[in-house]
């Protein structure tokens, strides 16, 4: 069953503890809308300058994506802390860490970026992010098997880790990141923590939040309705909002003192 679409009770909490509170947002078809070409996407407006907000009222604000951090700073202060492909590229109060192995794995994602772009499947986009690739069939839903074979093909190969993803198949370092051990790190020590998220890769999010829950942190799990929307997470939320529109309406609710 999908959750319920999300009412006052659900924020109140978090609103009157904010300083042990944490909010942590996805960018992709949560704070931007789904674009054709990725380089395209920004946060819808107003999101930015919320998440602004909050961060001088809670205790952490975070935007957690598959996004390289390079991509993602321009759009944020330093007050926002960012976690970028899967928690491997970290950026707080402006200094920015990389997990100790992922740069073994660049040579070895470029190679098989090029190769991909040489040789994959025609109409395949290969968007390379440093740490990771992703494959995206977006517009040609027809590609789908041969993309996905391409990707399997390569992990084994390479030694890559695929990932499906929203119209899309990703290739990671095989490293244990995904947004879950992102969370559980940037959520140290809060006693509340919501996430919002609208696909397969924010599931690993939602484990952590159950996680969290069990240790008696209190938690709110936000799926984003889109027309591309993940059954799969719908079911785990504990409440919807309508796309990065209904995202930046709860943003502006989570402000204390509203």
């Known amino acids: 069953m999908s959750a319920e679409p999300i ?10 503890d904010a300083g042990v509170a944490g909010i942590f947002v996805d960018f992709d ?16 407006a107003g999101a930015a300058e919320l998440l602004d907000e909050l ?13 390289p951090v390079d991509f993602l700073v321009p759009f944020f202060s330093e007050l926002v802390e960012l976690s970028g492909i899967y928690g491997l590229e970290v950026v707080e109060h402006g200094n ?28 395949m986009r290969v968007e ?5 690739i992703t494959l995206h ?6 590609l789908e098997p041969k993309v996905r074979a391409w990707a399997e093909q390569w992990a084994t190969r390479s030694g890559l880790l695929c990932r499906p993803a929203r119209m899309s198949f990703e290739l990671h370092p095989p490293i244990p990141a995904d947004k879950g051990t992102a969370l559980l790190d940037l ?32 938690t709110l799990k936000v799926a984003v309705h889109s027309d591309e ?3 799969e997470i719908l079911q785990r939320a504990d409440a919807t909002v309508n796309g990065p529109a209904g995202v930046v309406k709860l943003l502006e609710s989570l402000r204390p003192g509203r």
């Open 128 to 132: 390379s992010k440093g740490l990771s």
């Open 187 to 218: 959520a140290d020590a809060l006693e509340a923590v919501c996430y919002v998220g609208d696909d397969v890769g924010d599931l690993p999010a939602f484990d952590a939040l159950d996680k969290l829950a069990a240790d008696g942190v209190r």
């Open 96 to 123: 920015r860490v990389d997990h100790p192995m992922g740069g073994a794995w660049r040579e070895v994602i470029d190679d098989v970026a090029a190769v991909s772009r040489a040789r994959g499947p025609a109409g």
């Open 29 to 44: 078809g949560t704070l931007s809308e789904i674009v054709k070409d990725p380089s395209e996407a920004m946060p819808r």
């Open 137 to 142: 069939y977006r517009g040609r839903p027809r």
């Open 7 to 16: 009412v006052e009770a659900d924020i109140e909490l978090f609103r009157k």
């Open 229 to 231: 929307e993940s059954p």
């Open 55 to 67: 961060a001088t009222a809670y205790k952490k604000v975070a935007v957690l994506s598959g996004r």
